[in-house]
């Protein structure tokens, strides 16, 4: 039987082992790959569109209306509702001058509406989108 000193020493005096020590690397590359090629092209285009306006127009109507009537002074334009009255007079000579107003002009309003259909054109972009094929065109970066 061999005593524990002696085990000791023969411990001592193997060999050493070595452990070999691996490292592992990670080496990422990039490549550009081209799926397609997008071409976009805006064109305008018109269309005709049809709107309902109403439109209002207003026009005048002359009347005469005899008046032959002596004034003291020359009658101020007036109005009475949708009517405009323009005197006129007229200057006589006599032993005194005085004024006779002579007539009045009525201007009358008249307005009148009508519904009426317009074609407005109208502009707007139309965009198309095509997409072609790839060609092989890899690029490493």
């Known amino acids: 039987m061999t005593n524990p000193t002696d085990q000791r020493d023969q411990l001592n005096t193997t060999t050493n082992i070595v452990v070999p020590v691996i490292e592992e690397r990670l080496t990422i590359d990039k ?13 305008p285009s018109t269309t005709l569109h049809s709107e309902a306006v109403e439109l209002s127009s207003t ?3 002359q009347e005469t209306h005899p008046v032959d009537r002596l004034v003291d002074e020359r009658p101020e334009i007036r109005y009475e509702g949708n009517i405009t009255i323009i005197p006129v007079i007229q200057e006589e000579v006599i032993m005194v001058k005085r004024l006779r107003l002579v007539e009045e002009i009525y201007l009358i309003k ?14 707007k972009d139309v965009v198309t989108i095509n997409r072609d094929k790839p060609t092989n065109t890899n690029k490493n970066i």
């Open 31 to 43: 490549v550009e790959t081209v799926t397609g090629q997008v071409n976009v092209s805006v064109s």
């Open 59 to 61: 026009t005048y109507r």
């Open 110 to 123: 008249e307005t009148s509406t009508e519904n009426v259909t317009k074609e407005i054109e109208l502009r």
